[in-house]
């Protein structure tokens, strides 16, 4: 009955929410980020300016994270493939480097990494409880995937 029960983990699940995270060195932001002055400028004076949809903070590390967060968003996980559907479109969760779970008040929080062309962008899964588990599952299933694919390929 467990089998048939794993089965139904690849499906489609909406996640309460994902924040996208990109870090840059002030220099780098400037040059990278549209507005960058005039948001560095806010920044400076209060630590934190929400600005176009995106809150910009300083780190304890000295650099700028710009975070994005996106509510209601769908997840869709197929048995042996090493990316998933974050609305529709074709996404690599970086399991392999990151894959923190914490249970919360109200959800299971996935820290992990998102690979985009040119860059790895940090982000944070918020699952609901009601799905949290299967979808933990499912997400394993996808590491291990990945982990299978990159063992082979190192033989």
Not at 24 to 29: G, L, Q
Not at 108 to 128: D, F, M
């Amino acid at each position: 009955m467990d089998k048939l029960k794993d089965i139904n983990i690849f499906r489609c699940y909406t996640l309460d929410y994902i924040g996208k995270y990109r870090f840059y060195e002030e220099e780098e932001f400037i040059e990278a980020v549209k507005d960058g002055e005039y948001i560095l400028e806010n920044l400076k004076e209060s630590n934190r300016f929400d600005y176009n949809q995106a809150s910009y903070t300083f780190t304890k590390f000295g650099n700028i994270s710009e975070g994005i967060t996106e509510k209601n968003v769908t997840l869709e996980i197929e048995k042996d493939n090493i990316n998933v559907m974050l609305n529709g479109k074709i996404t690599h969760l970086d399991l392999i480097y990151k894959m923190e779970v914490k249970k919360l008040e109200d959800h299971y929080r996935v820290a992990t990494r998102i690979s985009e062309k040119g860059e790895n962008v940090s982000a944070l899964l918020y699952i609901n409880l009601n799905d949290g588990d299967e979808c933990l599952k499912a997400l394993e299933s996808v590491k291990e995937f990945q982990e299978n694919l990159k063992n082979s390929s190192n033989k």
